[in-house]
């Protein structure tokens, strides 16, 4: 199935649009989260900045 996807470009636009997609939500590199369609977390990151984030998600849920 690789094979067969590598040989062709079937997936090619789609390939550019999830990358033009992650890109305009400021992904430059991976690892990269992006969570809740609105925060993007690059790279390794402390708990404690997960922890912040995993709180502010949760208030604006309240």
Known sequence: MVRRL?????????VRARDAHARARGMTGVPTFIIADRHVVPGAQPSE???QLIDEIAEQIR
Request: aromatic share 8%.
């Open 49 to 51: 900045l997960w922890t």
């Open 6 to 14: 590598l040989a062709t470009d079937a997936d090619a636009d789609e």
